[in-house]
C-alpha cells in the first residue's frame, strides 16, 4: 500500500502562485503515471494535468500555460505549481499514482482562490 501525501495548499488572491507537494514514501516514483485531479462543489473530479513515467505531461486546457506538474525522483515527490491563479481554480486538489493494476490517491488538499 502506498500513502500519498500531499501539501501546499492555502489561500491565495487572484493572479497568485502555489505550489503543491506530493510524497510518495519508500516508493519508486518513477515508477508511476501520476496525476493531479481537483473536485469544486458540486463538480466532478476531473484531471487537471498528469506525467508519464517517461516524463511526458499533459495539461487540461483550463490550466494549460499557467500550472506545471513536475517530478523529483530523488525526493520522491510530484509539484504541481501553480500560477496566475484563478478564482475557478478553488478546488480540493488530489494527487493519483498508478502502476499497472494499483492505483493510490491522496487525501486531498485545499486550494482557495479569493480576493
Known amino acids: 500500500q502506498v500513502q500519498l501525501v500531499e501539501s501546499g495548499g492555502g489561500l491565495v488572491q487572484p493572479g497568485g502562485s502555489l505550489r503543491l507537494s506530493c510524497v510518495l514514501p519508500?516508493?519508486?516514483?518513477?515508477?508511476?503515471?501520476m496525476g493531479w485531479y481537483r473536485q469544486a462543489p458540486g463538480k466532478q473530479r476531473e484531471l487537471v494535468a498528469s506525467?508519464?513515467?517517461?516524463?511526458?505531461?499533459h495539461y487540461s486546457n483550463s490550466v494549460e500555460g499557467r500550472f506545471t506538474i513536475s517530478r523529483d525522483n530523488v525526493k520522491k515527490t510530484v509539484y504541481l505549481q501553480m500560477n496566475s491563479l484563478k478564482p475557478e481554480d478553488t478546488a480540493v486538489y488530489y494527487c493519483r499514482a498508478t502502476l499497472s493494476a494499483y492505483d493510490y490517491w491522496g487525501q486531498g488538499t485545499q486550494v482557495t482562490v479569493s480576493s
Open positions: 519508500g516508493s519508486i516514483v518513477s515508477l508511476y503515471a
Open positions: 506525467i508519464s513515467t517517461p516524463g511526458n505531461t
